[in-house]
């Protein structure tokens, strides 16, 4: 399938695809466009519109798109309802909700300048994102061995 956004990657718009690559759709083909021209290429190219303006994948409410397609398509893994709350604090200006939200701001701008195209900064970037779904399941299992333990009386 065909999804469309708007051009010059930042947050949202590199955890999305990641999210969509990963969880929703393996053969994703993501388009990045000027926002004037989103929903005229959407429409010749039967892509889904996704973090842009009104569309049904963008921000709704104080949440950011990420959410959006977690909840459109029935995403229920706790590390990645984890991962939206660190998304969300960075993409929405809310940096203090969470504490890794400065660090996966400063890490998107560090990318945009590094990769100024949009795809090879996706390539490049998708790392961080598998990296933070890896440290977050860590901290999971993790987590749950160690309360497993406790009610053990180990």
Not at 37 to 43: G, Q
Request: glycine residues 6%.
């Amino acid at each position: 399938m065909k999804w469309i956004t708007r051009a010059h990657v930042h947050v949202d718009r590199v955890a999305c695809p990641w999210l969509i690559e990963r969880f929703v759709d393996s053969q994703a083909e993501i388009i990045f466009a000027a926002e004037s021209l989103v929903d005229k290429i959407a429409r010749e190219e039967n892509a889904i519109p996704f973090d842009v303006e009104e569309a049904e994948l963008g921000h709704q409410g104080g949440d950011c798109t990420f959410r959006a397609i977690l909840k459109k398509y029935d995403l229920t893994d706790p590390v990645l309802h984890k991962m939206a709350d660190i998304v969300n604090a960075a993409d929405t200006g809310d940096i203090k909700a969470h504490p890794y939200a400065a660090g996966l701001e400063a890490i998107a701008r560090g990318y945009s300048l590094m990769f100024p195209n949009d795809d090879e900064n996706l390539e490049h970037q998708f790392f961080v994102y598998d990296a933070l779904y890896a440290a977050l399941k860590g901290e999971r299992t993790t987590t749950s061995s160690a309360h497993a333990r406790q009610h053990q009386g180990i």
